[in-house]
């Protein structure tokens, strides 16, 4: 599994997770986020990764900061999966 792949799904299953825990559907989170819902649901499969500014529509509609998002991503993970400068 490739980096991306698996940053994309850690947070597709965070953002259900929000979703869930405000009780949104699917389609109503895509609507307040202006968002399609079929990229919502490829976010939430892990299958595309949002950009940022999806990201910040994301956490307007869903009321949380976006760091509340990408708190998956802990410094460990950052550590293990981001390449050192060179």
């Known amino acids: 599994m490739s980096e991306v ?9 965070r ?3 929000m979703r869930k825990k405000r009780r949104l559907t699917q389609v109503m989170l895509a609507e ?8 919502m649901s490829s976010i939430e499969r892990g ?11 994301l956490a307007a509609a869903l009321d949380c900061k976006v760091s509340s998002l990408v708190s ?9 999966t981001v390449p ?3």
């Open 47 to 57: 299958a595309m990764l949002p950009n940022l500014v999806t990201l910040f529509r």
């Open 5 to 13: 792949t698996h940053a994309a799904e850690l947070l597709g299953t």
């Open 15 to 17: 953002i259900r997770e």
């Open 32 to 39: 307040a986020s202006g968002i399609p819902q079929s990229h």
């Open 72 to 80: 998956v991503f802990d410094i460990k993970y950052l550590r293990n």
């Open 84 to 86: 050192p400068d060179t």
